[in-house]
């Protein structure tokens, strides 16, 4: 079975009234290549007449940022001229490439009438040859996203990217990224094989997990060795698993704010870029 490395704890990070819990990059682990990036915020309760998200338009070149919505929902405008509103269950994947502006907010309904909120935003790598790209928005409800289940129907895996289960994922990606929100029932088991030669990204949302004979409780990021293939897991209780896994690039990583690149040269360039209007202009 693959060994585990070390077990992270989400830092806590609270962005004004949102809760935000944060296990990369941290003082303990940087990044798993290519997954560099992860916030979970909430759940909590947001009452009537709120004020909502605070994720005003900012914007992002060299990665890739893909947003679980499990509760709540997300208003998302670009300045490549995207617009959404993607609710409970839903999965938002943009590829800043680039570089482009874009905002998200809860929608005017969730801001008038409030209710439970959930959303994970996790931010992936992408490689040097493909780090401008031209920018791209999918976002899609969760009747869109397919579902892959265990032999015995316990676990459940909505596939985002990649393929899962034997299930392809709903995203296509420029590399083999592999990712999927995985919810176990209570008394349920997976056995898994990841090639050694890929990274796994393993984040319990919700619950407490057995994996390879450790306890990962909620809000936790397991680091593994790349030795063996086999993974085995059990929830005792009502489980939610954010897994990936992609084989690392192995490239340098320089991370400035909302810019991923390989050098502070091309971080310089893309802060030049922002301020020269060449990722867009923002209009209301």
Not at 143 to 163: L, R
Not at 229 to 238: G, M, R, T, W, Y
Not at 242 to 262: D, I
């Amino acid at each position: 079975m693959r060994s585990i490395k070390k077990i992270h704890q989400a830092e806590w990070r609270p962005i004004g009234d949102l809760i935000t819990y944060s296990p990369i990059p941290t003082a303990s682990l940087q990044m798993i290549d290519p997954f560099i990036f992860l916030n979970h915020h909430g759940p909590q309760v947001y009452p009537e007449n709120n004020n909502g998200l605070p994720f005003g338009p900012h914007p992002h070149r060299g990665m890739e940022t893909v947003t679980f919505i499990l509760d709540g929902d997300i208003a998302h405008k670009d300045s490549g001229g995207h617009k959404s509103v993607i609710e409970s269950g839903g999965v938002q994947w943009m590829t800043a490439g680039s570089g482009l502006i874009h905002a998200e907010v809860s929608s005017e309904e969730f801001k008038k009438k409030g209710g439970d909120l959930e959303i994970l935003q996790l931010w992936v790598n992408l490689p040097a040859k493909h780090k401008m790209e031209t920018p791209k928005y999918i976002g899609l409800q969760k009747e869109d996203i397919p579902v892959a289940f265990s032999e015995d129907k316990k676990v459940s895996a909505q596939v985002v990217s990649g393929e899962f289960l034997g299930t392809k994922g709903a995203f296509e990606t420029f590399t083999d990224i592999n990712l999927s929100t995985l919810f176990f029932e209570a008394n349920s088991n997976l056995e898994l094989e990841i090639p050694v030669s890929q990274n796994i990204f393993f984040y319990v949302i919700k619950g407490t997990l057995e994996v390879n004979g450790s306890a990962i409780t909620e809000r936790h990021l397991v680091e593994f060795q790349n030795d063996y293939p086999k993974l085995q897991i059990s929830a005792k209780e009502e489980s939610i698993l954010l897994f990936g896994f992609a084989t690392p690039f192995e490239e340098p990583v320089v991370a400035r704010g909302p810019f991923v690149m390989n050098s502070m040269q091309e971080i310089e360039e893309a802060y030049q870029d922002f301020q020269a209007g060449k990722m867009g202009r923002w209009t209301e």
